[in-house]
Protein backbone atom coordinates (compact mmCIF):
# COMPACT_ATOMS: atom_id res chain seq x y z
CA UNK A 1 0.00 0.00 0.00
CA UNK A 2 1.73 3.48 -1.21
CA UNK A 3 1.29 6.25 1.00
CA UNK A 4 -0.89 9.43 -0.54
CA UNK A 5 1.33 11.84 -2.67
CA UNK A 6 1.80 15.09 -0.65
CA UNK A 7 3.22 18.25 -2.23
CA UNK A 8 4.90 21.53 -0.43
CA UNK A 9 2.50 24.17 0.88
CA UNK A 10 3.74 27.48 -1.88
CA UNK A 11 6.17 29.85 -0.13
CA UNK A 12 4.87 32.99 1.29
CA UNK A 13 5.20 36.32 -0.89
CA UNK A 14 8.03 38.48 -1.08
CA UNK A 15 7.71 41.54 -0.55
CA UNK A 16 9.96 44.57 0.60
CA UNK A 17 9.40 47.48 3.03
CA UNK A 18 9.02 51.22 2.50
CA UNK A 19 12.25 52.35 4.57
CA UNK A 20 13.93 52.79 1.18
CA UNK A 21 13.84 56.02 -0.99
CA UNK A 22 12.50 53.42 -4.01
CA UNK A 23 8.80 53.88 -2.78
CA UNK A 24 8.73 57.38 -2.32
CA UNK A 25 10.12 58.45 -5.92
CA UNK A 26 7.23 55.49 -7.33
CA UNK A 27 4.70 57.51 -5.50
CA UNK A 28 5.60 60.90 -6.32
CA UNK A 29 5.96 60.07 -9.90
CA UNK A 30 2.16 57.73 -9.84
CA UNK A 31 0.54 61.33 -8.61
CA UNK A 32 2.38 63.38 -10.67
CA UNK A 33 1.19 61.29 -13.81
CA UNK A 34 -2.24 60.95 -12.27
CA UNK A 35 -2.49 64.78 -11.63
CA UNK A 36 -1.31 65.34 -15.07
CA UNK A 37 -3.79 62.90 -16.76
CA UNK A 38 -6.98 64.66 -15.03
CA UNK A 39 -5.52 68.12 -16.96
CA UNK A 40 -5.00 66.63 -20.21
CA UNK A 41 -8.70 64.52 -19.56
CA UNK A 42 -10.27 67.78 -20.02
CA UNK A 43 -9.74 67.86 -23.82
CA UNK A 44 -11.40 65.33 -25.76
CA UNK A 45 -9.22 64.10 -28.57
CA UNK A 46 -10.21 62.75 -32.09
CA UNK A 47 -7.90 60.87 -33.89
CA UNK A 48 -9.25 59.81 -37.23
CA UNK A 49 -12.05 57.74 -36.37
CA UNK A 50 -10.63 57.17 -32.79
CA UNK A 51 -12.12 59.24 -29.92
CA UNK A 52 -10.36 60.01 -26.86
CA UNK A 53 -8.67 62.44 -24.46
CA UNK A 54 -5.92 64.23 -24.07
CA UNK A 55 -4.72 62.85 -20.93
CA UNK A 56 -4.66 59.11 -22.92
CA UNK A 57 -0.80 58.68 -23.46
CA UNK A 58 -0.07 59.43 -19.64
CA UNK A 59 -2.59 57.54 -17.65
CA UNK A 60 -1.15 54.04 -18.88
CA UNK A 61 1.82 55.12 -16.88
CA UNK A 62 -0.05 55.20 -13.57
CA UNK A 63 -1.24 51.90 -13.59
CA UNK A 64 2.15 50.48 -14.40
CA UNK A 65 3.83 52.45 -11.42
CA UNK A 66 1.01 50.26 -9.42
CA UNK A 67 2.41 47.02 -10.84
CA UNK A 68 5.69 47.81 -10.29
CA UNK A 69 4.57 49.23 -6.16
CA UNK A 70 1.82 46.32 -5.59
CA UNK A 71 4.30 43.33 -6.81
CA UNK A 72 7.81 44.41 -4.91
CA UNK A 73 5.53 46.13 -1.26
CA UNK A 74 2.31 44.47 -1.14
CA UNK A 75 -1.19 45.06 -1.18
CA UNK A 76 -1.79 47.40 1.89
CA UNK A 77 1.58 49.42 0.93
CA UNK A 78 -0.23 49.50 -3.02
CA UNK A 79 -3.08 50.83 -1.01
CA UNK A 80 -1.73 53.19 1.24
CA UNK A 81 -0.17 54.76 -2.66
CA UNK A 82 -3.61 54.64 -4.30
CA UNK A 83 -5.10 56.77 -1.35
CA UNK A 84 -1.86 59.07 -1.05
CA UNK A 85 -2.43 60.24 -4.88
CA UNK A 86 -6.19 60.38 -4.26
CA UNK A 87 -5.83 62.75 -1.98
CA UNK A 88 -3.35 64.65 -3.53
CA UNK A 89 -5.35 65.25 -6.91
CA UNK A 90 -8.08 66.40 -4.38
CA UNK A 91 -5.89 69.12 -3.06
CA UNK A 92 -4.64 69.51 -6.95
CA UNK A 93 -8.22 70.20 -7.48
CA UNK A 94 -9.17 72.38 -4.96
CA UNK A 95 -6.38 74.39 -5.85
CA UNK A 96 -7.61 74.76 -9.42
CA UNK A 97 -10.95 75.98 -7.52
CA UNK A 98 -9.15 78.49 -5.91
CA UNK A 99 -7.21 79.95 -8.72
CA UNK A 100 -9.72 80.55 -10.32
CA UNK A 101 -11.85 82.15 -7.86
CA UNK A 102 -9.19 84.20 -7.30
CA UNK A 103 -9.67 88.07 -8.30
CA UNK A 104 -7.77 89.03 -11.92
CA UNK A 105 -6.97 92.02 -13.27
CA UNK A 106 -10.07 94.01 -15.11
CA UNK A 107 -7.95 94.90 -18.09
CA UNK A 108 -8.14 92.78 -21.52
CA UNK A 109 -5.25 90.45 -20.79
CA UNK A 110 -6.20 89.75 -17.39
CA UNK A 111 -9.91 88.57 -18.74
CA UNK A 112 -8.37 86.53 -21.76
CA UNK A 113 -5.96 84.82 -19.12
CA UNK A 114 -9.53 84.46 -17.15
CA UNK A 115 -11.05 82.42 -19.61
CA UNK A 116 -8.23 80.49 -20.51
CA UNK A 117 -8.03 79.22 -16.99
CA UNK A 118 -11.69 78.50 -16.63
CA UNK A 119 -11.62 76.62 -19.68
CA UNK A 120 -8.88 74.36 -19.03
CA UNK A 121 -8.91 74.12 -15.74
CA UNK A 122 -12.78 74.66 -15.15
CA UNK A 123 -14.23 71.24 -16.35
CA UNK A 124 -11.48 69.34 -14.00
CA UNK A 125 -13.47 68.82 -11.20
CA UNK A 126 -15.44 66.67 -12.76
CA UNK A 127 -12.92 64.53 -14.50
CA UNK A 128 -11.27 64.61 -11.05
CA UNK A 129 -14.10 62.67 -9.61
CA UNK A 130 -14.54 60.57 -12.51
CA UNK A 131 -10.43 59.75 -12.72
CA UNK A 132 -10.64 59.67 -8.67
CA UNK A 133 -13.21 57.00 -8.51
CA UNK A 134 -12.26 55.22 -11.57
CA UNK A 135 -8.47 54.89 -10.19
CA UNK A 136 -9.67 53.76 -6.87
CA UNK A 137 -11.65 51.05 -7.92
CA UNK A 138 -9.33 49.87 -10.81
CA UNK A 139 -6.07 50.30 -9.27
CA UNK A 140 -7.34 48.38 -6.18
CA UNK A 141 -8.48 45.58 -8.41
CA UNK A 142 -5.27 45.44 -10.40
CA UNK A 143 -3.42 45.28 -7.07
CA UNK A 144 -5.57 42.58 -5.36
CA UNK A 145 -5.51 40.60 -8.20
CA UNK A 146 -1.74 40.93 -8.58
CA UNK A 147 -0.78 40.47 -5.12
CA UNK A 148 -3.39 37.22 -4.67
CA UNK A 149 -1.64 35.58 -8.17
CA UNK A 150 2.16 36.28 -6.23
CA UNK A 151 0.77 34.53 -3.32
CA UNK A 152 0.26 31.23 -5.65
CA UNK A 153 3.10 31.75 -7.61
CA UNK A 154 5.43 32.84 -5.79
CA UNK A 155 8.55 34.63 -8.23
CA UNK A 156 6.79 32.98 -10.95
CA UNK A 157 4.92 33.91 -13.75
CA UNK A 158 5.44 37.99 -12.91
CA UNK A 159 4.26 38.42 -16.59
CA UNK A 160 0.76 37.28 -16.08
CA UNK A 161 0.91 38.65 -13.35
CA UNK A 162 0.95 42.14 -14.36
CA UNK A 163 -1.50 40.87 -17.70
CA UNK A 164 -4.19 39.68 -16.01
CA UNK A 165 -4.46 42.36 -12.98
CA UNK A 166 -4.36 44.98 -15.76
CA UNK A 167 -7.20 43.37 -18.13
CA UNK A 168 -9.40 43.49 -14.72
CA UNK A 169 -8.29 46.73 -13.53
CA UNK A 170 -8.62 48.99 -16.94
CA UNK A 171 -11.91 47.83 -17.86
CA UNK A 172 -13.31 48.48 -14.59
CA UNK A 173 -11.22 51.98 -14.24
CA UNK A 174 -12.02 52.89 -18.34
CA UNK A 175 -15.65 51.95 -17.29
CA UNK A 176 -16.07 54.33 -14.42
CA UNK A 177 -14.27 56.81 -15.93
CA UNK A 178 -15.76 57.10 -18.96
CA UNK A 179 -19.54 57.32 -17.65
CA UNK A 180 -18.80 60.46 -15.43
CA UNK A 181 -16.86 62.19 -17.78
CA UNK A 182 -17.91 61.69 -21.34
CA UNK A 183 -20.32 64.71 -21.08
CA UNK A 184 -17.50 67.26 -19.76
CA UNK A 185 -15.67 66.56 -22.91
CA UNK A 186 -18.65 66.43 -25.40
CA UNK A 187 -19.53 63.14 -25.68
CA UNK A 188 -23.00 62.86 -26.25
CA UNK A 189 -24.36 60.28 -27.90
CA UNK A 190 -24.42 56.21 -27.11
CA UNK A 191 -21.97 55.51 -30.17
CA UNK A 192 -19.52 57.50 -29.42
CA UNK A 193 -19.82 56.65 -25.60
CA UNK A 194 -19.15 53.04 -26.74
CA UNK A 195 -16.38 54.27 -28.93
CA UNK A 196 -14.65 56.35 -26.23
CA UNK A 197 -14.88 53.36 -23.65
CA UNK A 198 -14.02 50.85 -26.11
CA UNK A 199 -10.95 52.66 -27.37
CA UNK A 200 -10.15 53.48 -23.92
CA UNK A 201 -10.20 50.34 -22.77
CA UNK A 202 -7.97 48.65 -25.40
CA UNK A 203 -5.39 51.45 -25.52
CA UNK A 204 -4.45 51.41 -22.14
CA UNK A 205 -4.48 47.24 -22.13
CA UNK A 206 -2.24 47.17 -25.40
CA UNK A 207 0.29 49.95 -23.77
CA UNK A 208 0.16 47.89 -20.48
CA UNK A 209 0.78 44.91 -22.47
CA UNK A 210 3.45 46.30 -25.04
CA UNK A 211 5.25 47.79 -21.51
CA UNK A 212 5.32 44.33 -19.62
CA UNK A 213 8.82 43.76 -20.55
CA UNK A 214 9.86 47.31 -19.13
CA UNK A 215 7.69 46.88 -16.60
CA UNK A 216 9.25 43.39 -15.33
CA UNK A 217 12.57 45.10 -15.96
CA UNK A 218 11.70 47.65 -13.68
CA UNK A 219 10.13 45.46 -10.82
CA UNK A 220 13.38 43.02 -11.01
CA UNK A 221 15.77 45.97 -10.92
CA UNK A 222 14.12 47.42 -7.42
CA UNK A 223 13.59 44.07 -6.31
CA UNK A 224 17.80 43.68 -6.53
CA UNK A 225 18.06 47.21 -4.75
CA UNK A 226 15.77 46.84 -2.15
CA UNK A 227 17.67 45.80 0.81
CA UNK A 228 14.62 44.19 2.61
CA UNK A 229 12.97 42.53 -0.07
CA UNK A 230 12.21 38.98 1.34
CA UNK A 231 14.01 39.88 4.32
Do not use: H
Not at 39 to 44: C, E, N, T, V
Not at 87 to 116: H, R
Not at 156 to 165: E, V
Amino acid sequence: MTSAQTFPAPASPKFASIGSPYFSILLATMAVVLILSNIGASKGVAIGPIITDGGFFLFPLAYILGDVISEVYGFKVARKAIVTTFALSVFASACYWIIIALPGFDDEFGASKQAALEGALGPVPQIVLASLLAFLAGQTINSWIMVRMKARTGEKSLWARIMGSSVAGEFVDTLIFCSIAASVIGISDFGSFVNYVLVGFLYKTLVEFLFVPVTAAAIGWIKRREPSYGA
